[in-house]
């Protein structure tokens, strides 16, 4: 059979798009690795680390930049996040594909990437709400968040959103399972991609 390398499959958009939803759901399926980020944040109640994040202090952020361990980093609402590389570049060379879940400025920065590995192995997609009023309805049934949060988080989503012609896919968020079928079936046209067959 012929062997081929790994799909580093992007995944941005607004919160309320259920990006992390569809990343998720494509890991636990064994379909591909999540890329486990790291992150400055502080852990929400449930929170994993080493399952949800790599937790981190800013000293120890700081010091894996230096180290060169980061394929990407950006800043998100006042927390550092980033791509360590050992998550990504061993998976792709030996054909296991890898899903990330990650905002604009890193999408970014991967897609400026050099590495001739990364370029092959790249697929980026944008996941967006169908509508305003859905987004509203999605940020405000999260929960406990009283108005003021909800409009602040709509605004960043609808300055998020202006980045999406920035990317090869486009996903306009319908019903949970047609949104994991379409995504899906991007991965599975992916692995048929001459160019990632060794
Ligand atoms: P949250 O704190 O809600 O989990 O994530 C906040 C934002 O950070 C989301 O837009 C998510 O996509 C982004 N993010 C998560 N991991 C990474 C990463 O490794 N790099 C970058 N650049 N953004 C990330």
Redesign the pocket.
């Known amino acids: 059979m012929t062997k081929r390398t790994g799909i580093l499959l992007l ?5 309320g798009s259920g ?2 939803t569809l990343c998720r759901r494509l890991a636990d399926e064994g379909e591909a690795h999540y ?1 486990i ?3 400055t ?1 502080k852990p ?1 109640e449930g929170e994993i680390d080493g399952r ?2 790599h937790f981190l202090t800013k000293e120890d952020f700081q010091r894996r930049i230096a180290n060169d361990e980061m394929l ?3 800043e ?2 006042g ?1 550092h ?3 360590l590389k050992s998550e990504v570049l061993e998976y792709l060379s030996e054909g296991t594909d890898v899903v ?4 604009v ?3 970014a ?1 991967v897609r400026d990437c050099a590495d001739a590995e990364i370029k092959t192995a790249l697929i980026d997609l944008f996941v967006m709400p169908p509508s305003k009023e859905e987004l509203r309805a999605r940020l405000t049934g999260r929960g406990t968040d009283d108005a003021e949060v909800i409009t602040l988080r709509m605004n960043n989503s609808l300055m ?1 959103m202006e980045h999406w012609p920035e990317y090869t896919y486009r996903l306009i968020s319908a019903t949970r399972e047609e949104d994991y079928l379409n995504f899906k079936s991007l991965v599975l046209a992916g692995r048929m991609r001459i160019s990632r067959l060794k």
């Open positions: 995944v941005s958009g607004p919160s990006k992390t890329s980020s790291c992150t944040r929400r949800d994040y990407e980093h950006a998100v609402h927390n996040y980033g791509t990330m879940d990650i905002d400025q890193g999408a920065q998020e």
